[in-house]
C-alpha cells in the first residue's frame, strides 16, 4: 500500500507543475498580461529552438548503442503507428470532415508525452542513468511522428501536381528543426564527437525552457476560448491514447517483442503517457483542429494519472 502511494506521488509531482504552468499561462490569458497571439510567437521559438535542442543534447549525450534497443522500438514505435492509423481512420468514419482534421486527430491520439512528462518520471522512478527509455522514445515521437504529420498536412492541403505535392513535403521535411536536430544528435552519438562546453550549455539552457514554454502557450490558448468540452470527440481520441496505445504494446510484448521487467514497463508506461504538448504546436502550425488538440492535452494529462500510478507501482520495483 505504502509502495502504491509512492508511485500516485511520484506521478503527482511531475504532473502538478505541468497543470501550473498551464494555469499560469491561463490566468496571464484572462487577465491579459498576454494576448492570444503571444501563445503562436511562444509556440514558434519552442518548434525552431527548444525542442530541437532537446532532441540534439539528449541523443550526443547517449551512448549510441543504447539507443538501439531494437525490441522497444519496435514495440513503442509499432504501437505509436498503429494508433496514428487506427486514430484516422475512426476520425473519418467518425466525422465527414478535411484529411487535415483526421490527420491532427491521429496525431493528438498516438502522440506519448515522452518528453515534458516521461522523462522526469523515469527519473524519479528510476535514477538519471535509467531515462533512456525516454529519451528514445521522445526521439521517435518528436522525429518520426512529426516527420509523418507534417507529411500528412502537406500533402492534404495541397493540390495540383502530385510532382509539386512531393517537391513541397520532401522540402517541409528537409528544413524541419525537429528532424535535422535529431539526426544531428545521432550522427554525434555515433561518432563520439566533442561538443564544446558553452554549446552544451546553450543546448541545455535552450532544452529546459521546451516544456514550460509550449504548456504556458497552451494555457494562454485556452483563456481565449470558451471552455467547452466535446465529449464526443475527446472520449475516443483520449481512450485510443490512454487506454488502447498502452494495449497494443502489451499485446507486442506478449507476442513479437519480448522485453525484460524494466523495458516492457517503460514501454507500457511511455505509451499510457497523455497526449503531448508538441501535438498542440503542431495544430497551431497548420492552423487546424487547435481547440481539440489543447482539450485533449488536459484531459488525457488528468486522467492518466490513476493509470501511470498503477504502472508505476507494478514496474518500478524492478
Known sequence: M?????????????????????????????????????????????????????????????????????SFLCVFTGST?????????????????????HAQQALTASFSNTGYMGIPIFIAAWGPDRAMPAIVATVVVS???????????????????????LKDVSK???????????????????????????????????????????????????????????????GWIVGLKLFVHPAISWILIMTLFPLDHFWTGAALLLSALPTGSLTFVMAQRYSVNVEQTSQVIFVSTLLSLPLLAGLLATFAKG
Open 172 to 234: 517541409a521535411l528537409l528544413t524541419n528543426p525537429l528532424i535535422i536536430s535529431a539526426v544531428l544528435g545521432l550522427v554525434w552519438s555515433a561518432f563520439r564527437l566533442p561538443t564544446p562546453a558553452a554549446l552544451t550549455n546553450f543546448f541545455t539552457l535552450s532544452a529546459g525552457s521546451a516544456g514550460p514554454c509550449a504548456l504556458f502557450a497552451i494555457g494562454l490558448f485556452l483563456a481565449g476560448r470558451p471552455l467547452q468540452f466535446d465529449l464526443r470527440d475527446l
Open 81 to 101: 503507428l498503429f494508433i496514428y492509423v487506427l486514430g484516422w481512420l475512426i476520425g473519418a468514419f467518425h466525422k465527414k470532415a478535411g484529411s487535415d482534421l
Open 143 to 165: 522525429s518520426i511522428m512529426v516527420g509523418i504529420a507534417v507529411t500528412a498536412q502537406e500533402l492534404t492541403g495541397k493540390v495540383g501536381d502530385p510532382k509539386d505535392a
Open 2 to 70: 505504502s509502495y502504491r502511494f509512492g508511485a500516485m506521488q511520484t506521478v503527482i509531482n511531475v504532473a502538478l507543475p505541468v497543470f501550473a504552468i498551464m494555469l499560469a499561462g491561463f490566468l496571464a490569458g484572462r487577465f491579459r498580461l498576454l494576448s492570444g497571439g503571444a501563445a503562436e510567437a511562444i509556440n514558434q521559438y519552442v518548434y525552431w529552438f527548444a525542442l530541437p535542442a532537446v532532441l540534439f543534447i539528449g541523443l550526443a549525450r547517449a551512448p549510441f548503442g543504447d539507443v538501439l534497443n531494437i
